[in-house]
Structure formats: structure tokens, C-alpha cells
């Protein structure tokens, strides 16, 4: 079986619908691909209707988190896996992040018109389709100017890395484990070593997120090193936790393949069967 824990659609930040996606995703030779929008469930609905014959749907979210550390805080992702939707203080939460996000992409918009970038505010809402607005959905109007050549150079220092970037409302990281399982849902820590991304955590913070409920890490991701995908294996493994291996395609706004990475069938089966809230779509 071949199992592709982490994937994007236009209800975030990737560049197929959820309908395409499916597609892609059997077309790769794909068994199971999740579907892990930022912080929204609104491809769910879509992608399960387009479900080619052959292919399983991992419902998922990839959630917006952040641990507040006694110096310092630092950003983190969170997959979660077939937690319940309809959940009232998850999706209360999982809301407020997106209406942020918004309003923070609005507030960036008008630090670049005020650099004279004619960028407008229903441009971004053109090429974000409906989904969540997120900093790649700026980026394509960089793009689209000439000011960069790809989604990678718009996040450069100069643009959305630093000089037009604001701060974003995150979860607290183990306020969102608890909503993610009292929804009957699975976290697995996305990317946790991925030092190519900026600060990563300390393996003490894993190991009190490890005791708090947290299920798995993404030990096989695009941005870990050799050297890191080999030390989250073996942290997961003496943390008692699974690891996983994801693509975390995003369409043409990353280079990564969907398929790229994959995760053990076992380890899938651990996942579905610690959950509560959902179930795989057959």
C-alpha cells in the first residue's frame, strides 16, 4: 500500500480543488492520501464526493499551533486525523484561526499597497477560491507583478518572509491536543525537525506533548535532512509514539510530488483504529 498523510487543496493553501486532488492522488498509484487543509475541514465534503474507485480519504486538518515556552514562543503544525467536524469547540477554534488569518492577509495587503504594490484585497480572495487565505495566496500576486519567480522567492525576507509578514493567531499546542481528542481525533506532529523552516522545539517539549496525548511524528517529510527524518524515527520510537512520511503537496506551490513520502500500512492502521470521531472514506 502506498499512504500519503499530508496533503493541501484550494480550501487552503494548495493549488488543485479537492476533486483534483483525489484525482492526482489516484493517478500517483496512491491507496490512502489525507486531505490536511490549514485549520478548515471544507474539503472534506468535496473530496469524498470525487473519490476515485480504489482510493481511501484520511479526513485531516493541519492545524495553526504554537507552544509559549518560558523565554520564548515558536510556531507548530499539527495533523489531525478523523476528529468530528461538527465537534463545537474545535470548530469554534479552528473559526477564530481562519477569520484571523484574514484579517492579518487584509492588514498585509495594505502594508504592500502602501509600498506602492498595486495588490488588491479581491485579487487575494480571487486566488485563495474560497479557501482559507493564507500567505501563498499573496504570493501569487508577487508573482504575477514580476517581484518573484516562485512561491518560495515571495517568502523571501525582503516580501512575506519578514518585511510584509505579521504576527497570526495559534492554538496553544496542548489546548490543541485536547480539542483535537476530545473530538476523537489523532495528532501527529508535522515536520517537527524541519530546521530549513526556522526554530524548531526541543525533543523535551515531544516528550511532555508525547505524555499530554500527542499520537505520532512526521519523521519522513521534503524538509527534514537525512540526519533529521532519522532522529524524529528514533525519538518517536523511545517517545512510544508512531512516525509517518508525507509529501505535504501543495500543487504547483511547492515542488514535492504527492507520493513523495509515504507511511507504513501498520502504522496507517494504528491511527484509524485510535480514533473516535470519524472514519476513513472507502
Known amino acids: ?10 480550501a487552503s493553501d494548495g493549488t488543485l480543488s479537492p476533486a483534483e486532488l483525489m484525482g ?38 493541519e492545524l495553526s499551533c504554537r507552544w509559549y515556552g518560558t523565554d520564548r514562543s515558536i510556531a507548530l503544525h499539527l495533523l ?7 465537534d463545537p469547540a474545535l470548530s469554534a477554534e479552528l473559526a477564530a484561526v481562519r477569520e484571523d488569518r484574514e484579517r492579518r492577509a487584509q492588514r498585509m495587503v495594505d502594508l504592500m499597497r502602501a509600498d506602492g ?13 474560497g479557501g482559507t487565505v493564507g500567505r501563498p495566496h499573496l504570493a501569487q500576486a508577487l508573482i ?25 493567531h495559534d492554538i496553544d499546542v496542548f489546548d490543541a491536543l485536547r480539542l483535537v481528542h476530545d473530538a476523537g481525533g489523532v495528532t501527529v506532529f508535522a515536520h517537527p525537525h524541519a ?6 522545539v526541543p525533543d523535551e517539549l515531544i516528550a511532555q506533548l508525547a505524555a499530554a496525548g500527542l499520537f505520532g511524528l512526521e519523521a519522513d517529510h521534503d524538509d527534514h535532512t537525512p540526519a533529521e527524518r532519522a532522529h524524529v524515527r528514533a525519538l518517536a520510537a523511545d517517545l512510544g509514539l508512531v512516525a509517518t512520511g508525507s509529501s505535504d503537496f501543495h500543487g504547483t506551490n511547492k ?6 513520502f509515504t ?15 470519524y472514519a476513513p472514506v472507502q
Not at 498595486?118 to 480572495?125: P, Y
Not at 507511511?263 to 470521531?277: C, L, N, S, W
Open 263 to 277: 507511511t507504513a500500512p501498520e502504522v496507517y492502521e494504528r491511527i484509524v483504529g485510535a480514533a473516535k470521531g
Open 80 to 86: 489531525a486525523y478523523l476528529f468530528d467536524p461538527t
Open 144 to 168: 504575477r507583478r514580476g517581484l518573484a519567480g516562485s512561491v518560495s522567492e515571495a517568502f523571501a525576507t525582503h516580501l512575506l518572509g519578514e518585511r510584509y509578514r505579521l504576527p497570526k
Open 195 to 200: 530546521t530549513k523552516r526556522g526554530q524548531v
Open 24 to 61: 492526482e492522488a489516484a493517478a500517483a498509484g496512491l491507496d490512502v492520501v489525507a486531505i490536511t487543509d490549514h485549520d478548515t475541514t471544507s474539503g472534506w465534503e468535496p473530496a469524498r464526493a470525487a473519490l476515485p474507485k480504489g482510493l481511501a480519504l484520511l479526513p485531516g486538518a
Open 1 to 10: 500500500m502506498r499512504i500519503d498523510l499530508h496533503a493541501h487543496s484550494t
Open 117 to 129: 504594490i498595486d495588490v488588491t484585497w479581491e485579487e487575494i480572495l480571487h486566488y485563495a477560491a
Open 255 to 260: 515542488t514535492v510530488r504527492l507520493g513523495a
